[in-house]
């Protein structure tokens, strides 16, 4: 009976133990995981400083990167596109930029963001010959390393909501791209979509270092595209 009260203290203390070490990883773990989100916030917020503007005060560049997100059952951008091709245009039709490159997800044949934007941008006069199309920008480090590593973007400015500026901005400067930035704002009205979407950056700031840090490729890369060459050599 000894024995067997002596095993189970044993076997109890075993598990406290290991509790105890569970515990104190998790807590570890949570301080490490807060500790390089709140880093990179800093970072991202950083490296953009500087170089956000208005329609009205960004410097030219040759090019804009407007980014993709969502496009509806119907084919059309979603309100947060649409609002973000409506400064791409804008910025074009001021002379402010002379080709539009559009980056966004094309999963499969049923899904064509980069599509969904051309034929927004062209039902809106902006000619189709200076619209380039990349169709591999599954997320925003993809979007920005295929501007510069696939299509040679040297100097862009990059359109999006407010609340995702900085993180592309920097991700885009930090790969190479001398890059300022635009933000929409008329999204707000949308506004539990809006909060929802901003409450996300933090964790998408520190993905965004780790794949700056790590200089991983995306995930489709491929042989150099001449597009946004042709596109400011035309007239």
Not at 91 to 110: E, P, Q, Y
Not at 124 to 137: F, Y
Not at 154 to 167: D, G, I
Request: charged share 25%; aromatic share 6%; hydrophobic share 40%.
């Amino acid at each position: 009976m000894r024995g067997r009260s002596g095993a189970l203290r044993r076997w109890y203390g075993n598990r406290g133990r290991l509790a105890r070490r569970t515990f104190v990883a998790v807590v570890v773990g949570a301080v490490l995981l807060t500790g390089g989100t709140v880093a990179s916030v800093v970072w991202i917020r950083d490296a953009a400083d500087g170089h956000l503007y208005s329609e009205a005060t960004v410097p030219d560049a040759p090019v804009a990167l407007a980014l993709g997100t969502k496009v509806d059952t119907d084919g059309n951008p979603s309100p947060f596109l649409a609002a973000r091709l409506e400064i791409a245009r804008r910025l074009f039709d001021a002379d402010k930029v002379r080709a539009i490159l559009v980056s966004g997800d094309n999963m499969n044949a049923d899904y064509n963001e980069p599509a969904a934007m051309l034929g927004w941008l062209v039902d809106r006069g902006v000619p189709a010959r200076k619209v380039v199309l990349d169709h591999a920008g599954f997320d925003t480090y993809d979007s920005c390393a295929r501007a510069e590593r696939i299509f040679g973007v040297r100097r862009a400015t990059v359109v999006t909501q407010s609340f995702h500026l900085p993180r592309a901005v920097a991700l885009c400067r930090g790969l190479g791209i001398d890059a300022s930035g635009v933000g929409d704002e008329t999204a707000r009205r949308y506004a539990q979509t809006w909060r929802v979407s901003s409450s996300r950056e933090n964790g998408a700031c520190l993905k965004a270092a780790v794949d700056l840090l790590s200089r991983r490729d995306p995930a489709h890369l491929g042989r150099r595209e001449t597009g946004v060459d042709d596109a400011l050599r035309g007239g």
